[in-house]
């Protein structure tokens, strides 16, 4: 009988070992995705934070391009960012971020613009070219602190200069005496 007992013992220090492994390994997993989740999470806000500053700055650009394209120093480590009270926005002209707290978590947003150049086929280019004043890149960078450092997003978008509302209407076609092709008479109004 001595022995039975000397077997059930090691079965019940395996049998409990495994177990332990098992669990372990669960816990494990468990935490691990948890954290994926949070980082997951993390990233949407940050996201989502980038997109509001990307459409505020459309309304400012819609409503007084210059107020985008005028912007000084441009490029990185020239960082603007947007207060969001008036109606359009208003951009803050120094070189600044913004902190917004969501859940517990400071976020810094921010935004640089660089000027567009392109090249002979109208093809916006990185070097060279001839600088477009109807186009800006636009580059919002959202930053927080993540597990192991600090996570970023970034969003990047070419603004144009366009009149949303101008429609041109044609009035007459048929050229003129002294001048070579159709002429275009027309106007332009706003609706």
Do not use: C
């Not at 954290?35 to 940050?46: F, G, H, I, L, V």
């Not at 480590?77 to 600044?96: K, Q």
């Not at 997003?153 to 070579?180: C, H, L, M, P």
């Amino acid at each position: 009988m001595a022995q039975n007992n000397g077997q059930s013992l090691v079965e019940v220090i395996v049998g409990a070992a495994i177990a332990a492994l098992i669990i372990g390994g669960a816990a494990t997993a468990l935490v691990v995705a948890l954290r994926s989740n949070k980082q997951a999470t993390n990233s949407e806000t940050a996201v989502s934070l980038g997109e509001e500053l990307r459409d505020g700055l459309k309304s400012v650009a819609e409503a007084d391009w210059q107020d985008l394209y005028s912007l000084s120093p441009k490029g990185a480590g020239n960082p603007y960012h947007l207060i969001e009270s008036g109606s359009p926005p208003v951009l803050v002209t120094a070189s600044s971020t913004e902190d917004v707290v969501v859940s517990g978590i400071t976020y810094t947003r921010s935004f640089i613009t660089e000027n567009a150049n392109r090249d002979s086929n109208g093809d916006i280019v990185s070097s060279g070219g001839t600088e477009d004043t109807s186009t800006q890149k636009v580059t919002v960078t959202v930053t927080w602190s993540s597990t192991g450092g600090t996570a970023q997003a970034q969003i990047v978008e070419y603004f144009t200069r366009w009149s949303k509302n101008a429609v041109v209407d044609f009035t007459d076609w048929s050229g003129s005496s002294g001048t070579e092709g159709p002429s275009v008479e027309g106007e332009i109004r706003l609706q």
